[in-house]
C-alpha cells in the first residue's frame, strides 16, 4: 500500500511566523510532488510542485524535497490569516505517471 | 484559460436513484482525472482518461460507476442506484501532456461536485 503521511494537525501560528507542514511518503519511485491548499467546503488548489531534491521557492511559499529520507515540507513565511485552510501533500508515484496519492491533509490556523 | 468547471455543484437525490455529473477540463488539457474526497480525508483516485481512452479505473469504482469521455472533450461520471456511502465530494482534474508542456504535468481541480445521497 502507497501511502502519504502528514501530521493532522492543527498547527497554530501566529500571524507574521513561519509555518511548517511536513509529509513523508512511503514509494521510493515516487517522482513529483504537489502541495494543495484546500479551504473548508471548497476545491483543492495547486500551490506548489517540486520534482527534483533541494528547495523550490515561489513567493511567501518553499518546497522542500529529499528523496532519500523520502521526505517533502512546506514553509509558509510571513504566514496571513488568510492562509487559514487545510494543506495536502500530494505524490506521483513511479509505477504511476498520472495517479496523485494524497495526504489526509494539515489544518493549519494563522491567527491575527 | 477558464479553469475546470463541472455541472451540478451540488446534488441531493434519494437513495437507489442514479446522478450523472459532468467535467469540462482545462482546453488544452488531454488528461482527465477524477477523485472522491470525504470529509477528513485526502482525494482518492477513481479514474483517467487521455482524450477519450479510459486507461485506468480503481477497484473503489465499483461496477455501480461508469465514466466516459467521448471525444477527448468533457467527461461524464454515472452512478447507478445510489447508496448513503456514496456522499462525497465529487472532483475532475485536468493535466496537460507533459510531451508537450515540457515536462509538467500538474493537475487542477475543479469546483467538484458534492453528492448527497439521503
Known amino acids: 500500500q502507497k501511502e502519504v503521511e502528514q501530521n493532522s494537525g492543527p498547527l497554530s501560528v501566529p500571524e507574521g511566523a513561519i509555518a511548517s507542514l511536513n509529509c513523508t511518503y512511503s514509494?521510493?519511485?515516487?517522482?513529483?510532488f504537489f502541495w494543495y491548499r484546500q479551504y473548508s467546503g471548497k476545491s483543492p488548489e495547486l500551490i506548489m510542485f517540486?520534482?527534483?531534491?533541494g528547495d523550490k521557492e515561489d513567493g511567501r511559499f518553499t518546497a522542500q524535497l529529499n528523496k532519500a529520507s523520502q521526505y517533502v515540507s512546506l514553509l509558509i513565511r510571513d504566514s496571513q490569516p488568510s492562509d487559514s485552510a487545510t494543506y495536502l501533500c500530494?505524490?506521483?508515484?513511479?509505477?504511476?505517471?498520472?495517479?496523485?496519492?494524497f495526504g489526509k491533509g494539515t489544518l493549519l490556523t494563522v491567527n491575527p | 484559460d477558464t479553469g475546470v468547471s463541472q455541472d451540478p455543484r451540488h446534488k441531493i437525490t434519494k437513495r437507489g436513484q442514479n446522478v450523472t455529473f459532468r467535467c469540462d477540463p482545462i482546453?488544452?488539457?488531454?488528461?482527465l482525472y477524477w477523485y472522491r474526497q470525504t470529509l477528513g480525508q485526502g482525494p482518492e483516485f477513481l479514474t483517467y482518461f487521455q482524450n477519450e481512452a479510459q486507461l485506468e479505473k480503481s477497484r473503489l469504482l465499483s461496477d455501480r460507476f461508469s465514466a466516459e469521455r467521448p471525444k477527448g472533450s468533457f467527461s461524464t461520471l454515472e452512478i447507478q442506484r445510489t447508496e448513503q456511502g456514496d456522499s462525497a465530494m465529487y472532483l475532475c482534474?485536468?493535466?496537460?501532456?507533459?510531451?508537450?508542456?515540457?515536462?509538467?504535468?500538474?493537475?487542477?481541480f475543479g469546483p467538484g461536485t458534492r453528492l448527497t445521497v439521503t
Open positions: 517540486i520534482y527534483s531534491n
Open positions: 482546453s488544452e488539457h488531454n488528461r
Open positions: 500530494a505524490v506521483k508515484g513511479g509505477g504511476s505517471n498520472y495517479k496523485l496519492t
Open positions: 482534474a485536468s493535466s496537460p501532456n507533459p510531451g508537450w508542456a515540457g515536462g509538467r504535468d500538474e493537475q487542477y
Open positions: 514509494d521510493r519511485g515516487s517522482q513529483s
